[in-house]
């Protein structure tokens, strides 16, 4: 079985019979296995996923027409998305033996065009991590070199796309949950703008942050997931009644563009020399085709990280205060009573990152401490999305690396949280922002590990942004795989 | 900021958790590096700012006020730690003893 990167490449071979769904839910469970020691999925849907493919293969003997547009695409899912019937735990032990009731809106659309979901995936606790090493069933490794993080928080997702254990994952993204892992893993990682994907049936972290994105191979890939996932729905008021755009046929791309660096990133003293380089060779390659690229003055990178901690643990300490052991989740047997009951059972079950970001979200907003820190992020998060803003009136992209380094050892950084928070540096801007953000692929370092490199445009521009991102792997930057 | 034994208590009580002495140690060093990162802040001017609250540009998507996606008692129940079949059950609430 070759090792397909396009979606498009399985539907030839799918229309010329050299294969089938059967097959290729075959290979992908052999991928699993082989690769079962990076500990990518949290559970298997191997015969589920069998089934399913035989019901379409025989669907589209009956009628080559009746498959939808995912016919072919073998998908996994991040552990925080809802599907209907099966287990959802955001990696955490609150969550244990929980059953959706219902499947998110995003996950719904692709199953509608016939995806075919093979498993879910590893996750951070609660996706609150950047490692992966908060999970509850363990870390996940990276492909490249197994005693490195996969990243975090969606690295289950980022770990099956890059050892070619399924075509495309979903994951989500509150900080460079998407982005982070996949420069880490060699993948490409989208991030829409805030309200593009519904967030119905997506566990929530950070509310007014969280997205539901997509790792793959190719830029048309991630495009089709998108245009198919996006759109208003009645479910989540948050999302957008925009129309989504056809993305996965509009990607040629021949204009020059205008292309912002901000200097304070590119020259960020966390940034590694080799990373930085790599992106400096890169901004020279494109100002050879003729774009203009530009270094820009941004004060505000250094407060992003700080006002982003304040604001996600706010969001997190109230939205997970549903976890109560009550009516769903872990319940101690230790309790006496009912206050015991909920302290007890939310301190069994909550991990040691998800109740320090609790804690220190419950700080934020307590009285006496509000205006303070709250009150003081949100507006600090105005500055900084006015400043993003205005860049996008002079230019169509920015330009920055997707982390400040690759994928560190596992075990080093957990204990740590400082170090580990400003690690998100170049990721959390889009987030704040609320504007799409895509991860590409850079080539190695010389430590055999891949590099990241992210472009962020104005919100809803998903279109450009997806584009130029296909331009940029085809003629600056070719994926090698 | 200082981070003492008795905010870490307040905040677990507030948050409904019980942390271990080792856990309370640890969270009192790590909330206070955090928060001294979060210092930074400080030094922005933001008179006149308006908080930034919802990053949606659409407000009041209205929909009819129907009930819809409703669950069936059982798959309300599915869940549950400890049920009857008909309700969830919890610990006693109230102590007679009192």
Known sequence: ????????????????????????????LQQIEEHQQLNAYVEVFAAEARAKAKVLDDKYQSDASSVGRLFGAVISIKDVLCYEGHGVTAASKILEGFESLFSATAVERLLAEDAIIIGRTNCDEFAMGSTNESSYYGVTK???????????????SAVAVQADTCLFSLGTDTGGSVRQPAAFCGVIGLKPSYGRVSRYGLLAYGSSFDQIGVFSHSVEDAALCLEIMAGSDEFDASTSTKEVPAYSQMLQFDKKSKIA???????????????????QACIEKLKAEGHEVEEIDFDLLD???????????????????????????????????????YQKSRTEGFGKEVKRRIMLGTFVLSAGYYDAYYSKAQ?????????????????DYILMPAAPGTAWDLGTQMDDPVAMYLADIFTVQANMVGIPGISLPLG???????????????????AKLLAFSNYFVNKIAPIEE | MKVDKLLISKLEKLARLELSGEEREGLTKDLSSILEMVEKLQELDTEGVDPLVYINEEVNILRSDQMDKQLSQKDALKNAPDQDGTFFRVPKVINLKK
């Open chain 1, 1 to 28: 079985m070759p090792r397909y990167s396009t979606l498009s490449s399985i539907q030839a071979d799918l229309r010329a019979g050299t294969t089938s769904c059967v097959a290729l839910v075959d290979h992908y």
């Open chain 1, 444 to 462: 190695k370092h010389s430590n055999g590990l891949p590099i990241g490199i992210q472009f962020m445009t104005n919100r809803f521009k998903e």
């Open chain 1, 142 to 156: 990276n492909a490249a070199d197994p005693s490195k993080v996969p990243g975090g928080s969606s690295g289950g």
């Open chain 1, 379 to 395: 507006k600090v998060r105005r500055l900084i999305q006015q400043k993003t803003f205005e860049i996008f009136e002079s230019y």
């Open chain 1, 261 to 279: 660096y901000l200097g304070t990133a590119l020259h960020h003293p966390s940034l590694d020399p080799e990373v930085k380089a790599q992106c």
């Open chain 1, 303 to 341: 407060y992003i990280i700080p006002a982003y901690y304040v604001l996600t643990t706010a969001e997190a300490s109230s939205n997970l205060s549903r976890y109560d052991g009550i009516r769903y989740g872990h319940r101690s047997q230790q309790a006496e009573n009912l206050l015991e009951t």
